[in-house]
């Protein structure tokens, strides 16, 4: 069972950045994931993508975020970094990491971020 833990969520001022972190743990298995990545829902609206990395090296960003927005991660694709720029109060949302392997689809509990207007 794969474990996702979110980190770096906040209250930031409109133009404002904020750095997300989340870490996959397998116990002392590899996780071998071949999607890692972000997605956020605002109260009353559907979940939406953010931003993911694959395994072969291709990111994918949502319409909302493009050019606002930087997703990395490490080589193991253990941890995902997003990297927010110019928030806006329409930013505001609880962020969840995702990851995917095998057949298999985790979810993180989110971290929230509020883009204050």
């Known amino acids: 069972q794969v474990q996702l833990e979110e980190s770096g969520g906040g209250l930031v001022e409109a133009g404002g950045s904020l750095r997300l972190s989340c870490t996959a743990t397998m116990g002392f298995n590899s996780v071998r994931a071949n999607v890692l990545g972000w997605y956020r829902q605002a109260p009353g609206k559907q979940r939406e993508l953010v931003a993911t990395n694959t395994r072969g090296g291709s990111t994918n960003y949502g319409d909302a975020v493009k050019g606002r927005v930087t997703i990395s991660r490490t080589s193991a694709m253990t941890t995902s970094f997003l990297q927010m720029n110019g928030l806006k109060p329409e930013d505001t949302g609880v962020y969840c990491c995702?990851?995917?392997?095998?057949?298999?689809?985790?979810w993180g509990q989110g971290t929230q971020v509020t883009g204050a207007s």
């Open positions: 995702k990851l995917a392997r095998d057949s298999q689809v985790y």
